[in-house]
Each structure stands twice: as structure tokens, then as C-alpha cells.
């Protein structure tokens, strides 16, 4: 009978190890955006933003894991919460150390930005893919260091009430580096 009941013991040990690999998932990082910026024909300046990101979805298989993403991405006159869809997995399975891939597409809100002047701002189309490197900690949980392209679209300006004013297109295209955490 003990022998019956350690075998029923371990094999429910084993199958919630397998399990693990199907289900909810977390992926969050915080990091830096790094682009150069050039106002009316004057010489570019490099410029450096903080980004942060959560991501919460279902893993399908370790390849494949389908979920909501949002953030929020703080330029310098700017604050956007890029709400998209995203797509992350792992190239390799059940290694320590495996390379993962991250696809985010969506859009933009502007609601945190701050300036009273501005009436009008819209957010636009945000994409961000990335190549990244997960660390596993031991109990489902990672960590993650990831680089990756960010492009997010937007638009404000000042109207003067007669259906005139002036209108900024704004197209942030950034490199990004971000350290986080998943599980």
C-alpha cells in the first residue's frame, strides 16, 4: 500500500512538472530606449528614455505564448501606454539558458501626457519585436536581458478654434534594452 501511494505521489510530482510548460504566463522588463533626435535641420542629439512592460498571456508550447502587453514609455515631452498584442517563445526547450523572441503590436495612448497647451494627441501604431536571452532561476521562473527595435507613432497639436492651429507628427523609432523577469 505505501508503495501504491509514493508511486501515485510521484507521478502527480512529475505530471505538474510537464504542466508547467501550458498555461498563464508573466513576462515583465524595464530598460532604456536609445535613439538619436533632429529638429529643423539642426545636427541629431542622442536621446535616452525609460520603458517598461508586462506581459500576460498563454503559453500553447514553449515556442509559442499569446497575450495582452502594456507599458508605458516616458520620451522626453511625451508619456505613452502602448496597450498591444503580443507573441513571445522560446527557441530552445528546457535549457538553462535559452535565446526567446518578443512581437508586440498595438497602439498607443496618450492619456498620461500632461500638457495643457495640447488639444489635440492621439497615439498611433506602436511595434516592438525583440531578440532577447532567458536565464531560468528554478521554479518556473526567468530572467531576461532582451534588445529590440520600438516604433511608436503620435500626433498632437493646438487647435485655434476656427479649425486651424498647428499639428506635430511625431515617429519615435528607438533601440531598446531591457532586463526582466518571467514566470
Given at each position: 500500500?505505501?508503495?501504491?501511494?509514493?508511486?501515485?505521489?510521484?507521478?502527480?510530482?512529475?505530471?505538474?512538472?510537464?504542466?508547467?510548460?501550458?498555461?498563464?504566463?508573466?513576462?515583465?522588463?524595464?530598460?532604456?530606449?536609445?535613439g538619436?533626435?533632429?529638429?529643423?535641420?539642426?545636427?541629431?542629439?542622442?536621446?535616452?528614455?525609460?520603458?517598461?512592460?508586462?506581459?500576460n498571456?498563454?503559453?500553447?508550447?514553449?515556442?509559442?505564448?499569446?497575450?495582452?502587453?502594456?507599458?508605458?514609455?516616458?520620451?522626453?515631452?511625451?508619456?505613452?501606454?502602448?496597450?498591444?498584442?503580443?507573441?513571445?517563445?522560446?527557441?530552445?526547450?528546457?535549457?538553462?539558458?535559452?535565446?526567446?523572441?518578443?512581437?508586440?503590436?498595438?497602439?498607443?495612448?496618450?492619456?498620461?501626457?500632461?500638457?495643457?497647451?495640447?488639444?489635440?494627441?492621439?497615439?498611433?501604431?506602436?511595434?516592438?519585436?525583440?531578440?532577447?536571452?532567458?536565464?531560468?532561476?528554478?521554479?518556473?521562473?526567468?530572467?531576461?536581458?532582451?534588445v529590440?527595435?520600438?516604433?511608436?507613432?503620435?500626433?498632437?497639436?493646438?487647435?485655434?478654434?476656427?479649425?486651424?492651429?498647428?499639428?506635430?507628427?511625431?515617429?519615435?523609432?528607438?533601440?531598446?534594452?531591457?532586463?526582466g523577469?518571467?514566470?
Amino acid at each position: 500500500m505505501k508503495q501504491i501511494l509514493f508511486f501515485i505521489l510521484l507521478s502527480s510530482s512529475v505530471y505538474a512538472q510537464v504542466n508547467q510548460r501550458r498555461g498563464y504566463t508573466n513576462h515583465t522588463e524595464m530598460g532604456i530606449l536609445l535613439g538619436r533626435v533632429a529638429f529643423n535641420n539642426q545636427p541629431a542629439i542622442s536621446k535616452a528614455s525609460f520603458s517598461a512592460l508586462t506581459f500576460n498571456g498563454y503559453r500553447f508550447i514553449p515556442a509559442l505564448a499569446v497575450g495582452l502587453t502594456v507599458g508605458v514609455d516616458a520620451y522626453r515631452t511625451q508619456m505613452i501606454v502602448p496597450l498591444s498584442l503580443g507573441l513571445r517563445g522560446d527557441f530552445l526547450k528546457n535549457q538553462k539558458v535559452t535565446p526567446f523572441y518578443a512581437i508586440d503590436v498595438g497602439k498607443g495612448m496618450t492619456g498620461l501626457i500632461k500638457n495643457n497647451t495640447l488639444s489635440y494627441k492621439r497615439g498611433g501604431l506602436h511595434l516592438n519585436p525583440a531578440l532577447g536571452l532567458r536565464f531560468a532561476t528554478g521554479g518556473g521562473s526567468s530572467l531576461s536581458w532582451s534588445v529590440g527595435y520600438k516604433r511608436q507613432l503620435l500626433s498632437s497639436g493646438t487647435e485655434n478654434g476656427y479649425g486651424e492651429g498647428v499639428y506635430y507628427d511625431y515617429a519615435y523609432n528607438r533601440f531598446s534594452m531591457r532586463m526582466g523577469m518571467s514566470f
